[in-house]
């Protein structure tokens, strides 16, 4: 194709401007083998990212995920994210291919007792019930010292006085269709206390 836009170039045309864009469109599409011939691609961004995704496709090395269910707590956040990502990039090829402990740990690190699935320390109820119980013990304290530095009941709080209130009520005809006041009525009215003490 080269040549033969060399040799008969069209009316009016540049041989040299056909070269330049034959070079650019043949340098502009990347190689389908370049995943299995990284050596005979072209080195542009696009070649060398696919590179990097080709790589990611090895399998992890066994230290890596060794103890990975004592050490992931532990790793910081972008390590974290690292594996993962190698680990779904190898979970993408058929399953066959991942080794046991990829497996693992892509099955420990997905729905594994970590982040809001850990499992409650030893001991955490136990101190729950104690902390519940210290706070209800305060509020009773505090409860009967608000009681103990109180002013007395209002005198009206005593049952005489609320059964004279009833007696009033019934004088002045208050509720007469259902309340003190009607016929048949036999509901408490206004008494809500206790009788008063004798002095």
């Not at 034959?22 to 080195?43: K, Y």
């Not at 103890?67 to 058929?94: G, V």
């Not at 970590?114 to 109820?125: I, T, Y």
Request: aromatic fraction near 8%; include cysteine; hydrophobic fraction near 30%.
């Amino acid at each position: 194709m080269l040549r033969s836009s060399l040799l008969r170039p069209s009316s009016g045309s540049n041989p040299a401007s056909l070269l330049t864009r034959h070079v650019v469109r043949t340098t502009s599409q990347p190689s389908r083998a370049s995943c299995l011939h990284p050596d005979r691609g072209l080195q542009h961004p696009q070649h060398q990212r696919k590179q990097q995704r080709c790589a990611h496709t090895h399998a992890v090395s066994n230290p890596t995920l060794a103890n990975i269910e004592k050490r992931w707590e532990a790793m910081p956040p972008q390590e974290q994210a690292d594996l993962w990502m190698q680990l779904r990039d190898r979970m993408k090829n058929p399953w066959s291919e991942l080794t046991l402990q990829e497996k693992k740990a892509a099955y420990w690190i997905a729905f594994g007792p970590h982040g809001p699935r850990a499992l409650p320390p030893p001991g955490e109820n136990w101190k729950v019930f104690s902390y519940t119980m210290i706070c209800v013990g305060v509020g009773f304290v505090l409860m009967w010292f608000a009681r103990s530095v109180a002013r007395p009941p209002p005198s009206t709080m005593n049952k005489e006085w609320q059964e004279q209130t009833n007696e009033y009520l019934k004088s002045q005809n208050t509720e007469p269709i259902s309340g003190i006041s009607s016929d048949g009525y036999v509901g408490p009215g206004q008494v809500q206390s206790k009788p008063k003490k004798k002095d």
